[in-house]
């Protein structure tokens, strides 16, 4: 549990995030237009409510799985070291992949976890990522479609926790310390 009060300032409504959703299936189903299936990855568990509003905003043959990954811990500061705590059900060798990540923020995340999906030799992978903070890169690193660009903020909603809490929140907020 965060140990100082905070609010929660709107920053990002549900109706833009949904507006941009369909923007972005439009690419994504130019992209992928010819699979016979494309197996969307959930990298959890912030990307839970992502996915599932991108699911069914696609119209492809598609299949789900998820990956878990080490980030945060309970704090606002990323670990760096990036661990697989829980790996994908199926194999995606010689398979379409989108890997869907709720936001990108050093980098790190997303750079293991494309590595590590690319050596598994995936016929095409590409990301997407709801959020995007450019200003806080380590490693570079940008997924192939972006939601929004957002300022060095840390925010929670619509999958995205501050230690667990507020993923709920049906859109993104930032967190103001009070
Ligand atoms: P990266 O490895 O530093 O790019 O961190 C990516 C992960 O850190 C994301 O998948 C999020 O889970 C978490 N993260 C980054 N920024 C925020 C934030 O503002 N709020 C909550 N979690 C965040
Ligand atoms: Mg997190």
Known sequence: MPDRAYVIDNMISAKSIAARIEELCHEIHDEFEDTNKLVVVGLLRGSFVFIADLVRELD???????LEASSYGDGMESS???????????????RDV???E????????????????????PARLKTIALLDKPTRREVDMKADWTGFEIPDEFVVGYGIDFAQRNRNLPYIGKVRFT
């Open 98 to 100: 989108l890997l869907v």
């Open 80 to 94: 760096r070291e990036v661990r697989i705590l829980k790996d994908l059900r199926g194999a995606i060798e010689g």
């Open 60 to 66: 492809l043959p598609i299949e789900v799985d998820f």
């Open 102 to 121: 709720d936001i990108v923020d050093t980098g790190h995340t997303l750079h293991h976890v494309t590595n590590l999906l690319k050596s598994r030799g």
